[in-house]
């Protein structure tokens, strides 16, 4: 075994999984994460646990599992992350956690997501489950939003023996996990489904098809109800658009939009009658996480796809591991061009994108390098539709029916590193905050938002 480099993980080949939407990545087995696990040199600073938002003992977990110990290394994990399957698969280890181990300096990184996903694997197969709260204190608590930010919240807080109430507006738990990430690479039944019973299972109630804001509100919820704190994780939803000319023609679609057709609605699977445009040849617009899960479900359904970003493939912002697997399926990546049109036929669906080439100047305030308009440089890729994926905001709903909770210009809810709102009693955390992020980040955000919650109520009942 060389030390300096990762134990290999098993993966679909990458012309089958094209056509399927089965799992890419088939994870470790009980050897494998174990000769991965003594990689780690069990450092004394343990710098990968300051780049975990979760704050999850990483160094303990791994040593646990180094032994074979594999239950007691789910106890550690399950402590501080209530989603350690979803974690270990679709969170950017390689820019946290294992940005930080010092393994990486002179080789790999230890691949401390994928054990994490093993780990967590191997304890639902063996019907291990986190342990559940012995009593409750009485006091109720209400979390919006069963996403990620919401589910971690509520865990935390029904641990601390709460009694937590999640209101969740579509008809299935898990928020951007069940309608935003597909199935190839986010198990929704194996995976997902386990996840939020292993929540429910701690004592918490989750009640889907209510929308804050219209089936109730939050000052009801206060009032009426008799929740003494409110925590809000209800994501962001609400699509951006470029505003180019053709964006209203038949055939463009938000990501948003297409994803939840395909993930949450079923429309990939052939028995199912939810509806979804087949296109022969197709554009994503955008770079991110949520451009290359539209582009390869987008492959996967029989079209020729490209992902059209006005910077080059070192500035894409989605995961390495994600563009690396979409080049293998055979996605096309248009680099540096940028939208400036959609065209229609005399029918109004769309027959071509129209692009600008760019170059990219000097930095700008990010540290990123400007992208450039070259002139002149203006040409057409023919598709018959576009996915726009530019990010989201947060859906102003329940800030507009919320007496005294503010929120900023981009419909983003404010509010402290601790979570606390304007409004007393309500914290807030993850996309509505922040606008679009991470899972693993909105999960942090989850957890800051319990801990002000139990601090906040600690004082008021003197606990």
């Not at 303990?60 to 180094?66: L, R, S």
């Not at 501080?80 to 950017?92: K, T």
């Not at 919240?153 to 928020?175: F, Q, R, S």
């Not at 940028?338 to 080439?357: C, H, M, Q, S």
Request: proline share 4%; glycine share 10%; net charge negative.
């Amino acid at each position: 075994m060389d030390m300096f480099k990762k134990v290999p993980v098993a993966e679909q080949d990458a012309k089958v999984r094209a056509t399927n939407f089965e799992e890419v990545c088939l994870g470790y087995t009980l050897e494998e994460a174990m000769a991965e696990a003594q990689r780690c040199i069990n450092c004394k600073n343990k710098p990968c646990v300051s780049g975990c938002p979760v704050s999850i003992d990483i160094p303990a977990f791994i040593q646990e599992v180094k032994e074979g110990n594999i239950e007691a290394a789910y106890r550690i994990i399950s402590q501080s992350s209530a989603l350690p399957a979803v974690c270990g698969r679709v969170c950017p280890q390689e820019r946290q956690c294992e940005s930080k181990c010092i393994r990486g300096i002179k080789g790999e990184a230890v691949s401390i997501g994928k054990l994490e996903r093993f780990v967590a694997d191997w304890a639902r197969e063996n019907g291990i489950a986190p342990e559940k709260p012995t009593s409750t204190n009485g006091i109720k608590v209400a979390v919006v939003g069963a996403g990620p930010a919401g589910l971690t919240a509520a865990g935390d807080l029904a641990k601390l023996g709460y009694e937590v109430t999640i209101y969740e507006a579509l008809h299935k738990a898990g928020g951007v996990l069940v309608y935003g990430i597909p199935e190839f690479r986010l198990p929704k039944d194996k995976v997902v489904a386990k996840e939020v019973e292993n929540v429910k299972n701690l004592g918490v109630t989750i009640k889907t098809d209510t929308i804050i804001g219209r089936s109730i509100t939050i000052d009801e919820l206060i009032d009426e109800e008799g929740y003494e704190a409110v925590f809000i994780g209800s994501g962001a939803g609400l699509p951006r658009f470029m505003g180019i000319p053709g964006e209203q023609a038949n055939g463009v679609f938000s990501a948003n939009e297409y994803l939840t057709r395909s993930n949450l609605m079923k429309a990939y699977k052939n028995d199912y009658e939810t509806p979804i445009y087949r296109a022969n040849k197709i554009a994503i617009v955008g770079g991110g996480n949520v451009a290359m899960d539209a582009a390869r479900t987008a492959l996967r359904l029989g079209a020729e796809t490209h992902v059209i970003y006005r910077r080059s493939e070192e500035e894409l912002p989605a995961r390495v591991e994600e563009v690396h697997h979409a080049q293998q399926e055979g996605i096309i990546f248009d680099l540096l061009r940028n939208p400036t049109e959609i065209l229609t036929d005399d029918n109004g669906w769309v027959r071509a994108i129209k692009v600008v080439k760019m170059e990219l100047g000097e930095a700008d305030a990010t540290g990123r390098r400007k992208p450039m308009v070259i002139e002149g440089s203006e040409y057409e890729i023919e598709v018959d539709a576009v996915i726009m994926s530019l990010g989201t905001s947060p859906n102003p709903l329940i800030s507009s029916t919320t007496k005294g909770l503010d929120a900023n210009k981009k419909g983003c809810l404010i509010a402290t590193e601790e979570g606390c709102t304007s409004k007393e009693g309500v914290y807030a955390g993850g996309d509505a905050v922040t606008g679009a992020a991470t899972v693993i980040l909105a999960m942090g955000a989850g957890k800051t938002g319990a801990h002000g919650i139990h601090e906040y109520l600690t004082k008021k009942h003197s606990l």
